[in-house]
């Protein structure tokens, strides 16, 4: 049975199936959720907890045998199977197999969680998985995208019977993106230091902090959208957390070829759409493909590949006739090309 985590609340107000799941990245977000089962299990009674941990020593003969013990003083039990990898391997992929085909609802003292992480795209095809999503309530809970943080944010401060404008939540999400953690903590921070009703744009800003964390590929989102302002603070982001200069210009390189080649099938008649699952370009990147072939030219993509056989050269110490500065500021250069909006393009290329 698959359920939103939006559901939860409602499905828990019932008494509680035999076997749950959640997966995600979002920390938070999962964090939260198996807080709720946690809470709702002690409340209908499962007063005693177990917790598994699957590494290379587990040995899955132990999770049999937490679900099927009986306590030592006969109360019920939760049975936390955690799995931070997602992969169980071959004999933990049988075992979780059998361990749902043998589920009776209503059979069993027990209640067993299961959490992982988000899982990719190949595995999410494992028969395991399968027997995850049809045997229990598999909860899978998607990442906040940076277009959906300052929604998300003003429903947490909602919840807190706080509010602010789109300058205040944008503000927010700025300074917390990548770190939904610290965007909760910023969150109760509001709380605590406002009454409830709506925040000024200077009482966010002089309260949140500067906490976002930048991911390396989600630069190349900001890339794709044309977010020069976001690109920017990426860049600058990144260098700023020391993050390898190396592995941000492979990035960049990867998504200026992956344009390239459907910028050379889409002029040869080829639909984007067929080349983006052919090439297994999903998500928020699939979405920013066709307006971004839209706005770059075949020469601009070509040129920018140049670059970044420049931008290589400079990381290694070596000099390059294309750009002026450091390293990191002709990768900026080069990020802002691809990003730069139609009409500046095609005055540069003039």
Do not use: C
């Not at 309530?137 to 404008?165: C, K, M, T, Y």
């Not at 990144?238 to 390189?253: C, I, Q, S, Y």
């Amino acid at each position: 049975m698959l359920l939103r985590v939006d559901a939860l609340e409602a499905h828990l107000a019932r008494p509680l199936g035999p076997l749950y799941t959640i997966t995600s990245d979002e920390h938070l977000l999962a964090q939260e959720a198996a807080d709720r089962i946690r809470r709702t299990a002690r409340a209908q009674g499962y007063s005693e907890r177990e917790v598994l941990t699957v590494d290379r020593s587990f040995r899955w003969s132990a999770l049999l045998s937490a679900t099927q013990e009986q306590s030592l003083f006969g109360d019920r039990k939760l049975v936390e199977l955690r799995m931070p990898t997602g992969k169980p391997g071959k004999e933990g992929g049988q075992a979780l197999q059998e361990f749902t085909r043998k589920i009776r609802p209503g059979e069993s003292d027990t209640i067993v969680l299961v959490t992982l992480p988000k899982l990719d795209w190949a595995t999410q095809k494992a028969a395991w998985v399968a027997a995850l999503q049809q045997g229990s309530v598999f909860i899978d809970i998607p990442r906040i995208e940076r277009a959906h943080l300052p929604a998300w944010i003003g429903n947490r401060l909602a919840a807190q019977r706080q509010s602010a404008d789109k300058q205040g939540l944008d503000f927010i999400a700025d300074r917390v993106e990548g770190n939904l953690l610290a965007a909760h903590q910023e969150i109760q921070k509001l709380g605590l230091l406002h009454p409830e009703g709506k925040l000024s744009y200077e009482q966010i800003h002089d309260a949140v902090l500067n906490v976002a964390r930048y991911d390396v590929f989600k630069l190349n989102e900001a890339m794709l959208a044309g977010d020069t302002a976001r690109l920017v603070r990426m860049v600058e982001g990144l260098k700023g957390e020391g993050e390898a200069l190396p592995l941000v210009l492979w990035a960049v390189a990867e998504e200026i070829r992956m344009l390239l080649r459907l910028k050379a099938g889409a002029m040869q008649g080829r639909p984007v759409g067929a080349m983006l699952k052919e090439y297994r370009v999903w998500g928020p990147r699939e979405r920013l493909m066709e307006p971004a072939l839209r706005r770059l030219e075949l020469p601009t993509l070509e040129r920018a590949l140049h670059e970044a056989a420049q931008v290589d050269r400079m990381i290694k110490g070596l000099r390059s006739k294309a750009f002026a500065g450091d390293a990191w500021d002709a990768m900026l250069q080069l990020a802002l090309h691809i990003a730069r909006p139609a009409s500046t393009l095609k005055r540069t290329e003039a």
